[in-house]
């Protein structure tokens, strides 16, 4: 069975930092790309990064560019978001995300709760 | 990027009832387009992949439709299960994948 738990979300104040894991099971881990996924609390879903299954090809969406890090470790089977220069805008639930050979996203975590406040 | 806009971003309708939902691109993705439901408290779950391929587990009342700009998500008969939010998800280009604003599917 495939299961993605997020970990590493909490309260932080604008400007600083955190790091989200995504432990992967179920399912051969270096052979898929991954994604982070957010949703801000009673809002729709938004695209954060992706991550080819050897990290070579790295995509970031323009609201998070130059400010998050997503990076994996396939020998753990874990996926990484690194956070820096956290604003308000970044609170939300964020989801790891598996792309399946279709190049879908098939399945998700349960995602973990990032709040930016002071 | 890839604008997807749904509609409606509400819908009420009763258990039976036959539901359309339409998702539009703001420019050809072929069919590189899938329907997510979600509901509260919950990670999105897979229904459609590729515009009209149903994903492995899901019920046959849920069908997809539709290619380039103009996608529909039909349920043939609502069921009490069916309650959630529905997301629509190009992934024409991984440089930029894009979700549509959603649609509520609420109890008439």
């Known amino acids: 069975e495939v299961q993605l738990v997020e970990s590493g979300g909490g309260l932080v104040q604008p400007g600083g930092s955190l790091r989200l894991s995504c432990a992967a099971s179920?399912?051969?881990?270096?052979?898929?790309?991954m994604n982070w996924v957010r949703q801000a609390p009673g809002k729709g879903l938004e695209w954060v990064s992706y991550?080819?299954?050897?990290?070579?090809?790295?995509y970031y969406a323009d609201s998070v560019k130059g400010r998050f890090t997503i990076s994996r470790d396939n020998a753990k089977n874990s996926l990484y978001l690194q956070m820096n220069s956290l604003r308000d805008e970044d609170t939300a639930v964020y989801y790891c995300?598996?792309?399946?050979?279709?190049?879908?996203?098939?399945?998700w975590g349960q995602g973990t709760l990032v709040t930016v406040s002071s | 990027d890839i604008q997807m806009t749904q509609s409606p971003s509400t819908l009420s309708a009763s258990v039976g009832d036959r539901v359309t939902i339409t998702c539009r691109a703001s420019?050809?993705?072929?069919?590189?387009l899938a329907w997510y439901q979600q509901k509260p408290g919950k990670a999105p779950k897979l229904l459609i992949y590729?515009?009209?391929s149903l994903e492995s587990g899901v019920p046959s009342r849920f069908s997809g439709s539709g290619s380039g700009t103009e996608f529909t998500l039909t349920i043939s008969s609502l069921q009490p299960d069916d309650f959630a939010t529905y997301y629509c998800q190009q992934y024409n280009s991984y440089s930029s994948l894009t979700f549509g604003g959603g649609t509520k599917v609420e109890i008439k």
């Open positions: 590729k515009a009209s």
């Open positions: 991550i080819s299954s050897s990290s070579s090809t790295i």
């Open positions: 420019q050809s993705i072929s069919s590189w």
């Open positions: 995300a598996r792309v399946d050979t279709a190049m879908v996203i098939d399945y």
């Open positions: 179920g399912f051969t881990f270096s052979s898929y790309s």
